[in-house]
């Protein structure tokens, strides 16, 4: 491997995106640790190095340039550059990105889309907690509560199950979660329309508008602070 | 009844001329019929019988002469997320008997494919599923499926060339002689979801052996048709198969329809046949009704009084 400590600042973070653009764990974790000698903030690292680096794989899956195995690849090395800045983050105090609680609803066992959203968050830097398929009212609730969460991310691909999202909804605002709460949806059956008249915050179409979104609506709800 | 040789039947289809019907959709019948979603359709081929039958029996009377048995998703991957998965062999061997009955009933001139659909996982090292295990997975279900007495396998909606090449291998463990016919979806910029072109697709598929390659459900006919063209150019030689939704999905009062007509079907049945592809069905959406509607359009007749041949 060459010597990182020689590069110029800029082209350091610039082969740290190429490296996640093309899925190397090895020299983005390098990188980063690489970014952190030089006595970059750990959220410095984490926004100038691996977001913006997979913001590019995220729009170029959106596009048509990139499918889902070349993210997933990219998703795994966010996630080990991820995993050396994690507890600094916290030790830092770092401005927090976001929690996102996400499943597929009850009577549905549909995972790879909701997969695909998930780590696309994490590679935003969200805090992901994937609760899986066929999730019911109580669960969503408990892991809400639990996490902190700033986001609901739900996910539907039958139009038989897609009406217990607003189920989930109706309960989230009996328990007086909902309105800290930003409700995300999607799935192949579901539109925007869907979305408002069920009371969700927003449909995502795939999982690079899921990103998008939830970045968009995330800096709203902290005042501004990270758009 | 006689068991024919394997494969027997798909070939003398394959050597009458012109377009061949394939059927319509299943899950769209077994909701009208219904079953609530979040069910497993499969665990039907044991508890609803009369209802797998009529669905089989309402395809071969339209016209269809390739019965896809009710097993999309009886492969052990995806009948575990209903706790079914010690049934494997249970559930696929009746469907296959229940399409068989009504394909080889006397003066049927249908055949049946055992369908086989995605394990809903993806593979290592991507992602979490063995290759060992999706072809012991995917053989067991095709050995269930040949005990039936199926024809043809017909492994469809798949994404992933890595997984198809396992289910294909698992087929080849579970019945050598079983000839396979290969769909993937073309759901994602005129890829499939996991990158796939339709140029590759023909290629690679043809190469491990399929007897017909094409595309399957994800978007509605009008969007299936490039992809078919470009197959068609691509291998010009190759038997090809589209059984494009019915449309897309328009959501009407919370619930999704699809509002694609028998006729528009029946219009682009004709444009896929022109633009080289030799099976044609439906998928998601597609009723009897539309089934029947291409028959016309395509001139194949009903199952006892074929009208051009």
Known sequence: MSDLTVLPLEELLEQIQDNLYGGNVEPVVAGVHELLRRGLTPYDALTQGLIAGMDVVGEDFRTGKLFVPQVLMAAKAMKAGMEVLRPLLAETGAPRIGTLVIGTVKGDIHDIGKNLVGMMMEGAGFQVI?????????????????????????????????????????????????????????????????????????YCRDAAKAVATAKRLMAEKMGGSLA | MARLPDGGRWRALLATPGPILADGAMGTMLFEAGLTSGDSPERWNVERPDVIRGVHRAYRDAGSRILLTNTFGGNRFRLALHGLDTQVAELNEAAARLASEVAHAPGSRAIVAGDIGPSGGILAPLGELERDDAVKGFAEQAAALHAGGVDVVWIETMSALEEVEAAIEGVHRAAPGLPVIITMSFD??????????????????????????????????????????????????????????????????????????????????????????????????????????????????????????
């Open chain 1, 130 to 202: 994937n609760l899986g398929i066929n999730t019911d009212v109580e669960k969503f609730l408990h892991a809400v509560r639990e996490h902190a969460a700033d986001i609901l991310g739900m996910s539907a691909l039958l139009t038989t199950t897609m009406p217990y999202m607003r189920v989930v909804i109706q309960a989230l605002k009996e328990a007086g979660l909902r309105e800290k709460l930003i409700v995300l949806v999607g799935g192949a059956p579901l539109n925007a329309d869907f979305a408002k008249t069920i009371g969700a915050d927003a």
């Open chain 2, 188 to 309: 994602t910029h005129g890829h499939t979801m996991m990158g796939v072109s339709p140029e590759q697709a023909v290629k690679e598929l043809t190469a491990l052996g399929a007897v017909a390659v094409g595309g399957n459900c994800g978007l509605g006919p009008a969007e299936l048709l490039p992809a078919m063209v470009a197959m068609h150019a691509a291998a010009p030689d190759a038997v090809l198969v589209a059984k494009p939704n019915a449309g897309l999905p328009v959501l009407e009062d919370g619930k999704a329809v699809y509002r694609g007509s028998p006729g528009e079907m029946a219009d682009y049945a004709r444009r896929l046949v022109a633009a080289g592809v030799r099976i044609v069905g439906g998928c998601c959406g597609s009723a009897p009704a539309h089934l029947r509607a291409m028959a016309d359009a395509l001139s194949v007749g009903s199952p006892g009084c074929p009208r051009v041949l």
